[in-house]
């Protein structure tokens, strides 16, 4: 089955930088890749996704890129602000599977 | 609109026990996912359902089992507890007939947390 692995676990940045989280997948039939969100108590939200047909997709300071040939993709946070400290959680899903599989997640930490 | 709703918030229960847990998907949405994260870990895939049908299930044992009503909302079953179940159960839902793959999203409820003492 798919397997979808995430690094960094743990990532602390001062406001204003960026962040990068990446994801790795094993099955090359995958071709959506959604992000999510979870902050503390909450429910994870869509944030950003992305369809294999496209190689990255951008809303506002979030970015997504995909590279299908490595089978890997990441998300880019720009001018991070306190309010984007989250857990964060790639996925990845194909046509023949009926849920998405999860990342381990990402604990990002944006010092003020 | 409302999004997924997952009630109770939280639920406690000691060992042995049977938990029940609820769901109700977003309006126009017929496919429920159920999902659980225990503490530190990532989203596991419990169960979805399509139509009233069970449509798949992860690797976990049959203690766990639901299902879903005509109204389209769900209910996770959960029987025999054990300590290790303690976790945030989380639901969510999208439009059926369609494909995640394709052109749809999954969108999560707030989960609710089950303590087993």
């Known amino acids: 089955g798919e397997n979808v692995e995430q690094h960094p676990s743990t990532l602390s940045v001062q406001e204003g930088d960026s962040a990068v989280i990446k994801c790795t997948y094993s099955d090359s039939a995958s071709n959506y890749f959604p992000w999510y969100k979870q902050e503390l108590g909450k429910g994870p939200q869509l944030i950003i996704d992305?369809?294999?047909?496209?190689g990255e997709k951008k809303d506002q300071r979030i970015a997504v890129t995909l590279n299908k040939t490595a089978k890997h993709f990441s998300l880019h946070i720009t001018e991070t602000q306190p309010e984007d400290s989250a857990v964060y959680f790639c996925?990845?899903?194909?046509?023949?599977?009926?849920?998405?599989?999860f990342g381990s997640g990402t604990r990002l930490q944006v010092q003020p | 609109e409302a999004g997924v709703t997952q009630s109770p918030t939280h639920l406690i229960k000691t060992r042995g026990q049977q938990a029940t847990l609820r769901c109700s998907p977003i309006s126009g949405h017929t496919s429920v996912y159920w999902y659980q994260q225990a503490l530190g870990l990532g989203l596991q895939f419990l169960l979805w359902?399509?139509?009233?049908?069970?449509?798949n299930r992860g690797n976990f044992p049959p203690r766990f089992s639901g299902r879903q009503f005509p109204n389209y909302s769900s209910e996770l079953n959960v029987n025999a507890l054990e300590l290790e179940d303690s976790a945030l159960y989380l639901c969510?839902?999208?439009?059926?007939?369609?494909?995640?793959?394709?052109?749809?999203?999954?969108?999560f409820g707030s989960g609710t947390q089950l303590s087993v003492l």
């Open positions: 969510a839902s999208s439009r059926t007939g369609t494909s995640l793959a394709t052109n749809e999203k999954l969108l």
């Open positions: 996925a990845a899903t194909h046509p023949g599977r009926r849920a998405l599989t």
């Open positions: 359902y399509d139509e009233g049908e069970e449509r």
């Open positions: 992305i369809r294999s047909n496209v």
